[in-house]
């Protein structure tokens, strides 16, 4: 009966409610598309003209929160005990960090973001003329700020909260257990569930949806290579091999099947990498990414804070605001993945490997691939910026096609989206399991197919409803409330890291004056 009632313990309410307002939202975009498309766009619509303000404050004070944690004398507190040791690898630790989430969106947006704002400059700066030198630049840094450290702030915080109550103060694996030095450890079960629930829709709805923009992506990446057809045919025999693949690797474990395809991402991801580099314009490039990290910086605090309100424009909604909301709204499924695999991290290893490893890889990525499309815009006479313009799936292969050996790159390209895939399915039907059944750290392989099944054909729904940008605009929603939630999780974890350092402090004086005591008492007994 015992082992009964543990296989299926998430058969509970926050399992239920959430999965059927899920299943909802899959009818909804299925039956009438438009109609949720419409809807999303509204509520979204009202929320970043009235709320994007606070987007932009809220992730600049995560940043300052997370860095001030980390150079503070609370930095070298470790995540599970001081004798704990990190379980994995500095390099497949960042692997796996890597491709837990966003690696699949730099892949995405590496070459079509840059090349964007290249043929539409920001309205910032005056009239820059688009496809210029200025044009280049300004994109260029603009893309680094969009996809930098702003990204992970939110990651990076709800990871190390998670971490933290878990392995310091043994809570479970649940965002509603982050704010209990605040709203108390015992009780509160409504307020509880609503926040383990809104935790889960978001990550479900967030992974379904970037799933359909990756399938879409390879879908044109193999019509580009093999001319094979773009549809609604070839999107679904991609999502049912993929689905086949996450599965096999959920069923094998989070030491074996996550870990093992982590790495082979990132070790993709730095063959292309440097292949593109010696292939393409190699000073060009360089040169590229020292200046675009030098304005990065320069104009960092300037653009965290910036607005567009007296141009009457939307460009900080459609990007910064937009970008920030998805982060929030993925930040339980990354966040709780990230924890997961964290134990034995100190709090400055763990700020510093979140926050700051996966975006300088990132921005090394648009650096190589946006400056390469840039270049050959600008000086060989391709017209990459158009072909984004129509469509941003074919940003990566139209670059890729000008380039000496680019059908080989291209096969590689399409092999790294597969793999970023199939890691991002999998660790977010382990990090579901874990939320939907109580925080068990270990959910049982039937909740881990479920939500896998579910986010598989959440994400065919809406391709062939062609619902997608719908529910994407509506997963963002839920950033808002969220955002209130980590908020408070923040309080949370700064008051009970508080005690737990005092209190370690004390403890170390009782043992030092325990010792002065027995040196004293041995030197007494010697006279």
């Not at 025999?237 to 096999?248: C, G, N, S, T």
């Given at each position: 009966m015992d082992k009964k009632q543990t296989k299926w313990k998430f058969m509970n309410k926050v399992f239920?409610?959430?999965?059927?307002?899920?299943?909802?939202?899959?009818l909804w975009g299925g039956l009438a598309p438009e109609a949720l498309a419409s809807q999303a766009e509204n509520i979204y619509g009202f929320i970043a003209n009235t709320f994007g303000w606070f987007y932009l404050v809220f992730v600049l004070f995560l940043i300052l929160f997370n860095f001030y944690l980390a150079f503070?004398?609370?930095?070298?507190?470790?995540?599970?005990?001081?004798?704990?040791?990190?379980?994995?690898p500095l390099f497949t630790w960042i692997a796996m960090l890597f491709s837990c989430g966003f690696g699949v969106s730099i892949v995405f947006w590496g070459v079509a973001e840059p090349m964007t704002h290249f043929g539409t400059p920001p309205p910032f700066d005056g009239n820059i003329e688009p496809e210029s030198a200025e044009a280049a630049r300004v994109a260029m840094w603009n893309a680094f700020?969009?996809?930098?450290?702003?990204?992970?702030?939110?990651?990076?915080?709800?990871?190390?909260?998670?971490?933290?109550?878990?392995?310091?103060?043994?809570?479970?694996?649940?965002?509603?257990?982050?704010m209990n030095s605040v709203i108390g450890s015992t009780g509160k079960k409504p307020l509880r569930n609503t926040i383990d629930i809104i935790a889960i829709i978001a990550t479900v709805m967030g992974v379904a949806t970037t799933l359909g923009l990756s399938v879409l992506q390879i879908n044109s990446g193999l019509g580009s290579v093999f001319n094979a057809p773009a549809g609604g045919t070839t999107q679904l025999i991609i999502v049912v091999v993929m689905f086949v693949f996450f599965m096999l690797s959920t069923l094998s474990g989070l030491d074996r099947g996550i870990k093992y395809l982590s790495n082979a991402n990132l070790g993709i991801a730095l063959f292309l990498m440097i292949a593109v580099l010696l292939i393409g314009p190699t000073g060009f490039i360089l040169d590229t990414i020292t200046m675009g990290i030098g304005d990065y910086l320069q104009n960092f605090f300037q653009a965290s804070l910036r607005l567009d309100q007296y141009n009457e424009g939307t460009w900080v909604q459609d990007w910064p605001v937009y970008y920030w909301a998805w982060t929030i709204a993925w930040a339980p499924f990354v966040g709780m993945f990230v924890a997961r695999i964290s134990k034995g991290r100190t709090v400055r290893e763990f700020v510093l490997g979140v926050m700051v490893a996966p975006p300088f890889i990132g921005l090394i990525w648009i650096g190589i691939f946006g400056g390469t499309a840039v270049n050959l815009d600008l000086f060989h006479g391709t017209d990459i910026a158009a072909a984004v313009a129509e469509d941003e799936t074919t940003a990566l292969f139209s670059m890729l096609e000008?380039?000496?050996?680019?059908?080989?790159?291209?096969?590689?390209?399409i092999c790294l989206l597969f793999t970023f895939l199939v890691t991002s399915a999998d660790s977010a039907t382990f990090v579901l399991g874990m939320m939907s059944s109580n925080g068990d750290t270990n959910p049982s392989v039937v909740v881990k197919i479920v939500w896998g099944t579910l986010i598989a054909a959440l994400a065919i729904i809406l391709i062939l409803s062609a619902g997608l940008e719908g529910l994407q605009t509506a997963s963002l929603i839920g950033a808002l409330p969220f955002s209130i939630v980590l908020f408070i999780s923040c309080l949370s974890l700064l008051k009970s890291i508080r005690e737990d350092y005092r209190e370690a402090r004390l403890e170390e004086e009782r043992k030092r004056h325990l010792k002065i005591q027995k040196q004293i008492e041995d030197y007494n007994s010697d006279d």
């Amino acid at each position: 009966m015992d082992k009964k009632q543990t296989k299926w313990k998430f058969m509970n309410k926050v399992f239920w409610v959430s999965f059927t307002i899920i299943f909802v939202f899959a009818l909804w975009g299925g039956l009438a598309p438009e109609a949720l498309a419409s809807q999303a766009e509204n509520i979204y619509g009202f929320i970043a003209n009235t709320f994007g303000w606070f987007y932009l404050v809220f992730v600049l004070f995560l940043i300052l929160f997370n860095f001030y944690l980390a150079f503070s004398k609370y930095g070298k507190i470790r995540l599970g005990g001081d004798d704990v040791k990190p379980k994995y690898p500095l390099f497949t630790w960042i692997a796996m960090l890597f491709s837990c989430g966003f690696g699949v969106s730099i892949v995405f947006w590496g070459v079509a973001e840059p090349m964007t704002h290249f043929g539409t400059p920001p309205p910032f700066d005056g009239n820059i003329e688009p496809e210029s030198a200025e044009a280049a630049r300004v994109a260029m840094w603009n893309a680094f700020f969009n996809n930098g450290i702003h990204q992970w702030a939110s990651f990076t915080f709800v990871g190390l909260a998670l971490s933290y109550f878990i392995y310091r103060q043994d809570e479970r694996s649940l965002i509603s257990d982050t704010m209990n030095s605040v709203i108390g450890s015992t009780g509160k079960k409504p307020l509880r569930n609503t926040i383990d629930i809104i935790a889960i829709i978001a990550t479900v709805m967030g992974v379904a949806t970037t799933l359909g923009l990756s399938v879409l992506q390879i879908n044109s990446g193999l019509g580009s290579v093999f001319n094979a057809p773009a549809g609604g045919t070839t999107q679904l025999i991609i999502v049912v091999v993929m689905f086949v693949f996450f599965m096999l690797s959920t069923l094998s474990g989070l030491d074996r099947g996550i870990k093992y395809l982590s790495n082979a991402n990132l070790g993709i991801a730095l063959f292309l990498m440097i292949a593109v580099l010696l292939i393409g314009p190699t000073g060009f490039i360089l040169d590229t990414i020292t200046m675009g990290i030098g304005d990065y910086l320069q104009n960092f605090f300037q653009a965290s804070l910036r607005l567009d309100q007296y141009n009457e424009g939307t460009w900080v909604q459609d990007w910064p605001v937009y970008y920030w909301a998805w982060t929030i709204a993925w930040a339980p499924f990354v966040g709780m993945f990230v924890a997961r695999i964290s134990k034995g991290r100190t709090v400055r290893e763990f700020v510093l490997g979140v926050m700051v490893a996966p975006p300088f890889i990132g921005l090394i990525w648009i650096g190589i691939f946006g400056g390469t499309a840039v270049n050959l815009d600008l000086f060989h006479g391709t017209d990459i910026a158009a072909a984004v313009a129509e469509d941003e799936t074919t940003a990566l292969f139209s670059m890729l096609e000008n380039l000496p050996l680019g059908p080989i790159l291209s096969i590689l390209s399409i092999c790294l989206l597969f793999t970023f895939l199939v890691t991002s399915a999998d660790s977010a039907t382990f990090v579901l399991g874990m939320m939907s059944s109580n925080g068990d750290t270990n959910p049982s392989v039937v909740v881990k197919i479920v939500w896998g099944t579910l986010i598989a054909a959440l994400a065919i729904i809406l391709i062939l409803s062609a619902g997608l940008e719908g529910l994407q605009t509506a997963s963002l929603i839920g950033a808002l409330p969220f955002s209130i939630v980590l908020f408070i999780s923040c309080l949370s974890l700064l008051k009970s890291i508080r005690e737990d350092y005092r209190e370690a402090r004390l403890e170390e004086e009782r043992k030092r004056h325990l010792k002065i005591q027995k040196q004293i008492e041995d030197y007494n007994s010697d006279d």
